[in-house]
């Protein structure tokens, strides 16, 4: 019994440690909680919350809103963006600061398309730069060639990792591919949801004012936090099955 207990003890302290070389940063589940749209193109789209809890202590995060009408694009940027006075936007995460992604290699969402009967397009967004302080205002995005704007039908999911050293990159209107700068004065932090009919796969009834959808997303664990859940798990089950054996 001794052993036993001190099996499940060593279980709780890898499932609650995160390794020292475990580099991908982590939203906080109120931070994503309280995401909002700060952003619609063209201007009109919406979107609300509700948070469903499908299982711990990883919680699914229901985003549904509409895209507002438009020929080929329509996107919502969801999130928080540090904004000047008198401009709307978010100043802080949730009542804090934002975070030091210099400390960070990589972001990781998994998005899940529960609603729409036409495919829509996911993406993840950071911004950085202090320009008070002379930096280059800058917005990052997974790049395509990294599954950034994927594609999702109905039933469909995947993750989407933002790589801070290859991102898609925007400053001043000019698109780049690289690493990110200022990862430590990040400025905004979010996701997007889009309607992409460029191609003319939409199959929608024609004149729909707008496009309603519904998005889950998922906070992805680190590999190895669950390489430590599920080893521990697995130790203590072949453990119980050898003492009833023996029993």
Same mark, same amino acid.
């Not at 329509?74 to 802080?92: F, H, L």
């Not at 030091?100 to 990781?108: G, I, K």
């Not at 889950?216 to 798990?233: S, Y």
């Given at each position: 019994? &001794?052993?036993?207990?001190? #099996?499940?003890?060593? #279980?709780?302290?890898?499932?609650?440690? !995160?390794?020292?070389?475990?580099?991908?940063?982590?939203? /906080?589940?109120?931070?994503?909680?309280?995401?909002? *749209?700060?952003? @619609?193109?063209?201007?009109?789209?919406?979107?609300?919350?509700?948070?469903?809890?499908?299982?711990?202590?990883?919680?699914?995060?229901?985003?549904? =809103?509409?895209?507002?009408?438009?020929?080929?694009? @329509?996107?919502?940027?969801?999130?928080? &963006?540090?904004?000047?006075? =008198?401009?709307?936007?978010?100043?802080?995460?949730?009542?804090?600061?934002?975070?030091?992604?210099?400390?960070?290699?990589?972001?990781?969402?998994?998005?899940?398309?529960?609603?729409?009967?036409?495919?829509?397009?996911?993406?993840?967004?950071?911004?950085?730069?202090?320009?008070?302080?002379?930096?280059?205002?800058?917005?990052?995005?997974?790049?395509?060639?990294?599954?950034?704007?994927?594609?999702?039908?109905?039933?469909?999911?995947?993750?989407?990792?933002?790589?801070?050293?290859?991102?898609?990159?925007?400053?001043?209107?000019?698109?780049?591919?690289?690493?990110?700068?200022?990862? *430590?004065? !990040?400025? $905004?932090? $979010?996701?997007?949801?889009?309607?992409?009919?460029?191609?003319?796969?939409?199959?929608?009834?024609?004149?729909?004012?707008?496009?309603?959808?519904?998005? /889950?997303?998922?906070?992805?664990?680190?590999?190895?936090?669950?390489?430590? !859940?599920?080893?521990?798990?697995?130790?203590?089950?072949?453990?119980? &099955?050898?003492? &009833?054996?023996?029993?």
């Amino acid at each position: 019994m &001794r052993y036993l207990k001190l #099996c499940i003890a060593a #279980c709780l302290i890898l499932a609650g440690t !995160v390794p020292a070389q475990a580099t991908s940063y982590q939203l /906080d589940v109120q931070d994503v909680y309280n995401m909002s *749209d700060v952003w @619609s193109s063209p201007t009109g789209g919406t979107g609300s919350y509700a948070m469903e809890i499908t299982g711990m202590p990883y919680p699914t995060f229901k985003y549904t =809103g509409t895209l507002a009408q438009d020929l080929n694009w @329509s996107q919502v940027q969801i999130g928080y &963006r540090w904004t000047p006075a =008198g401009a709307a936007g978010a100043t802080s995460m949730n009542g804090h600061a934002f975070p030091d992604l210099s400390l960070f290699d990589d972001w990781t969402l998994s998005f899940h398309n529960q609603l729409t009967n036409y495919g829509i397009k996911v993406n993840m967004w950071i911004n950085t730069g202090y320009t008070d302080w002379g930096e280059t205002a800058t917005y990052a995005q997974v790049d395509p060639s990294n599954n950034g704007w994927a594609e999702l039908w109905l039933g469909e999911w995947t993750n989407l990792t933002l790589d801070f050293s290859d991102a898609d990159i925007w400053q001043g209107g000019v698109q780049s591919t690289g690493a990110i700068p200022y990862l *430590d004065h !990040v400025t $905004g932090i $979010g996701i997007v949801v889009a309607w992409d009919n460029t191609d003319g796969d939409w199959d929608g009834a024609p004149g729909i004012q707008d496009y309603p959808y519904h998005v /889950d997303i998922d906070l992805v664990p680190e590999p190895l936090t669950m390489l430590g !859940v599920f080893g521990g798990v697995a130790f203590v089950g072949g453990y119980l &099955r050898k003492r &009833r054996t023996a029993a």
